[in-house]
């Protein structure tokens, strides 16, 4: 470890995070621009978004296994090529189909960031893990903020979307320049990879499964028209649900369930900010820069807060506060956006982290492998409730413009619709935190009580 540049390669981490972060920010400022240049509904541009959330746990759930039989580097350059390619392609992009692409592109380049930098943070900090994994996720919201300001600022000055996906391009190349030529931790003895150990059989089903899942509207009406996609669907849920209790346990289930509802109540409700709150009289992009910024300070600051109330207690208590925010965002207007927008964030903040540490502590027989999976399964349900997303507002939309409303006005009806429709994930939420307040042991290593 002597020979290895800590510092440089965890600064690269930084900036690979930042890049994430950035492009998750900007494409909910230029989700407009897309629509009317390329002529797509919301339904077309949930899918868009989808490809994000999709690619990302792909490249979590494969690259997490492979960490140890090929090393970060190979990946931490699977991720640089694969952001270029993804960049570029979305810049260039024609419609809807480079759009997809391009962007599933991203979020695999996204996902593959994780999957390198988490584990090497912790091999090269092994007295300081936890502190330094925090510093580094830190750049996350840290990410969002600058790019949701860039995305404010350029489109302030008319410049298109194109020139603010190519400012990307800058970190990108950074942080690839900051590890070309460097000594990674651990790097793998050369050798055959034994792909059957890395990848058991019920572990690739389960993934799968959950690809299936995510793309389904996409691709199974073209197999199974009418509602026979909807019982197929039904069906691969009922039968991921049964693996992943027979492989993980009954409580990780649980947890895996919370946790596709605390993503899309966090993650799919700042992805649609431009388009939900962009006729309430408040700055979209000025609204996702301050929940970011918050949620940076509040996790930062949050070990106390988890220490005395512990994992299962913040979350209960986070989901009462998100459920608030977002209703009143609702029916908020103007100014009180803002504060309805605070109120959300300190529901959120604690979501992400929070979940993945519940995981570790209540379940630790899951392992590496678990948490890189409660992560893949968050972000899956985001990608599966983009499209939703977009289906609400297309057709509150209509059905305001139906009643007489005008197109400013259908929108405000729209997004504001569409709150409402959110704020169910984390009031189902409070259900289930509660229930798991009851039936876990004070002590989380203790898991469920008997």
Known sequence: MSTINRGRLFNASCIALTVTAMTFAIRAGILSQLGVEFKLTDTELGWVNAMAFLGFPIATMIGGPL??????RKIMWVAFITHLLGLIMTIFAGGFWTLLISTFFIGFANGSVEAACNPMIANMFEDNKTTMLNKFHVWFPGGIVIGALASALMTNLNLGWQPQIA???IPTLIYAWMIFGQEFPEEPESGSIDFQKLFPPIYLTIVGGLVLIAASDLTLQQWFPGEASTYVKFGLIVLVSGLIYRYFGLLYGVLALCMTLSATA??????????????????????????TGLMAVGRYFGGPLIHKFKPIGVLFGSAIVATLGIGLMSVATGG???LAAILFAVGVMYFWPTMIGAAAEYTPQTGALGLSFIGGVGM???SLWQPVIGGWLDTERAAAIASGLSEEAADLAAGQATLDNLAVFPAILIILFGICLLYTSPSPRDGLLS
């Open 67 to 72: 960490y140890n039989a090929v090393g970060p």
């Open 266 to 291: 966090e993650l799919g409700t700042q992805q649609w900010v431009e388009k939900i709150l962009g006729n309430s009289g408040a700055h979209p992009m000025l609204i996702l820069a301050m929940i």
């Open 380 to 382: 899956f349900a985001t």
């Open 167 to 169: 400012i990307m391009l």
């Open 336 to 338: 009180m956006v803002y």
